[in-house]
Nanobody, 115 residues
Framework: QVQFVESGGGLVQPGGSLRLSCAVSRSIFSIDVMGWYRQAPGKPRELVASSPRYGSRYYVDSVTGRFTITRDAAANTVYLQMSNLKPEDTAVYYC?????????WGQGTQVTVSS
């Protein structure tokens, strides 16, 4: 069963940047669509960005123009470059396929945006 290991989170000031990494235990070429999700306290998990093997990437409106998802097939890694971070971006960030496999959620990585 595929495993996802997220890293790269941390505490950052508003307006700052972070790059999240998702290490995938098998070839990401075998996964049609990869996604980054986040869950803020008291809120349901939401899809933030997704990247198909071929075709256009998707971003939720609140991050469009600030976040970029990329796939590195050679490294079996998916990245989420986040810039101009806002306090409302504070959440635990996860990667998974899209649609997600409920059996393969990782631990996530905490992103906290605060001054």
């Amino acid at each position: 069963q595929v495993q996802f290991v997220e890293s790269g989170g941390g505490l950052v000031q508003p307006g700052g940047s972070l790059r999240l990494s998702c290490a995938v235990s098998r070839s990401i070429f075998s996964i049609d669509v990869m996604g980054w999700y986040r869950q803020a306290p008291g809120k349901p998990r939401e899809l933030v960005a997704s990247s198909p093997r071929y075709g256009s990437r998707y971003y939720v409106d609140s991050v469009t123009g600030r976040f970029t998802i990329t796939r590195d097939a050679a490294a079996n890694t998916v990245y989420l470059q986040m810039s101009n971070l806002k306090p409302e971006d504070t959440a635990v960030y996860y990667c998974n396929s899209n649609p997600p496999n409920s059996m393969t959620w990782g631990q996530g990585t905490q992103v906290t945006v605060s001054s």
